[in-house]
C-alpha cells in the first residue's frame, strides 16, 4: 500500500526496473490513462542514468481507440509514443501497436495475436483499473473474449479523460484479450485516487465474474496490485485482510 500517488509510481518503477535488471529483453504490456504517467515518467528518468537499461525491451501496447485518425493525439499509441518509445529511443521494430482506423478491424486483431505468437507470452503487463472494473478493453458483460478482439466501448469508457481532446469519437475499441493479460508472466496493477476506491473493494472480496473483469487476476499467481491510500479509503477496506484474502501484495 502506497502513501500516495508518487510513492505507488516510485515502487511501482523499482519494481519494473528490478525485472528488467533480471531480464532485460522483457517483453513488456503497457497500459494508457492516467494511472501509469507517473512510472513512465520514472522510467524515462532512469532511462536518462542508464541508457542500456531497456535498451534489449520489446512493447506491446494494451488496446487502442478505434475509429480515431492515426494521428489523433488522444491515441494509446500517440500516448506511448510521446511519453515512452520516444523518450527511450525504441525503434519500430521493437513495438507493436494498434493500428486505430484499421481497414479490417479483425484481421488487425490477427495481426496482433499473431505477433505475440512469435514474440509473447508477456513478461510484465502494467494495467490500471477501469471505473467500471475493466482492464484494457476487456469490458464488464456475459462473457469475456480470451484473444484479441474488437470490443464494443461502454459509456463509462467512451467518457475516459483520454478523450477529452480527441477529433472524433471511438466507434469500437481493440484489445488484447483476458487470455493474454493471464498468460503475462508478471502483472502490476496500478490502482490510485477515491474514484477507485468501490472497485478496490470489489477486488478484494475475492470473488470472480466477467462483469467485473479484473476480478479474474485472482486466477494468476504473480500479480502485484500498487494502491494508493485513497483508492483504498472506503471504510471498512483493510489492506492487510485483501493481501490474506487474495495473495496480492
Ligand atoms: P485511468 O484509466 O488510469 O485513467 O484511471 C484506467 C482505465 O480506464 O483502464
Same mark, same amino acid.
Given at each position: ?21 533480471? *531480464? ?13 504517467? %507517473? ?17 534489449? +525491451? ?14 489523433? @493525439? ?12 520516444? /523518450? #527511450? ?12 482506423? @484499421? ?10 495475436? *499473431? ?5 509473447? /507470452?508477456?513478461? #510484465?503487463?502494467?494495467?490500471?483499473? %477501469? *471505473? ?7 469490458? @464488464? ?6 484473444? /484479441?478482439?474488437? +470490443?464494443?466501448? $461502454?459509456?463509462?469508457?467512451?467518457? &475516459? ?13 481493440? $484489445? ?19 474514484? *477507485?476506491?468501490?472497485?478496490? #473493494? ?10 467485473? @473483469? ?5 486466477? &494468476? %499467481? ?21 493481501? $490474506?484474502?487474495?495473495?496480492? #501484495?
Amino acid at each position: 500500500m502506497s502513501r500516495d500517488y508518487e510513492s505507488l509510481s516510485d515502487t511501482a518503477a523499482d519494481r519494473f526496473v528490478d525485472e528488467f535488471r533480471q *531480464k532485460p529483453e522483457s517483453l513488456v504490456g503497457l497500459a494508457t490513462g492516467g494511472t501509469p504517467e %507517473g512510472l513512465y515518467q520514472r522510467l524515462v528518468a532512469r532511462h536518462r542514468a542508464d541508457p542500456t537499461l531497456f535498451s534489449q +525491451a520489446r512493447w506491446i501496447v494494451l488496446d487502442e481507440w478505434g475509429g480515431l485518425e492515426e494521428d489523433d @493525439p488522444a491515441t494509446c499509441g500517440h500516448y506511448l509514443q510521446t511519453r515512452l518509445f520516444e /523518450p #527511450l529511443n525504441v525503434g519500430p521494430g521493437r513495438i507493436c501497436r494498434w493500428s486505430s482506423q @484499421p481497414f479490417n478491424p479483425q484481421e488487425e486483431c490477427r495481426r496482433v495475436e *499473431k505477433w505475440l505468437a512469435d514474440e509473447g /507470452p508477456i513478461d #510484465l503487463q502494467v494495467l490500471g483499473l %477501469g *471505473k467500471n472494473g475493466h482492464l484494457g478493453f476487456n469490458e @464488464p458483460g456475459r462473457e469475456l473474449i480470451a484473444g /484479441p478482439h474488437v +470490443a464494443t466501448l $461502454t459509456e463509462e469508457s467512451l467518457t &475516459h479523460a483520454m478523450l477529452s481532446t480527441a477529433r472524433s469519437r471511438p466507434t469500437f475499441g481493440l $484489445t488484447l484479450g483476458m487470455g493474454e493479460i493471464l498468460r503475462s508472466r508478471q502483472i502490476l496493477l496500478l490502482v490510485s485516487g477515491g474514484a *477507485k476506491s468501490q472497485q478496490v #473493494l470489489r477486488l478484494a472480496s475475492g470473488n470472480i465474474t466477467s462483469e467485473f @473483469p479484473a476480478s479474474l487476476l485472482h486466477c &494468476h %499467481g504473480a500479480v502485484t496490485v500498487y494502491c494508493d491510500l485513497e483508492a483504498a479509503s472506503v471504510t471498512s477496506f483493510d489492506a492487510s485482510a485483501m493481501a $490474506t484474502a487474495t495473495g496480492f #501484495l
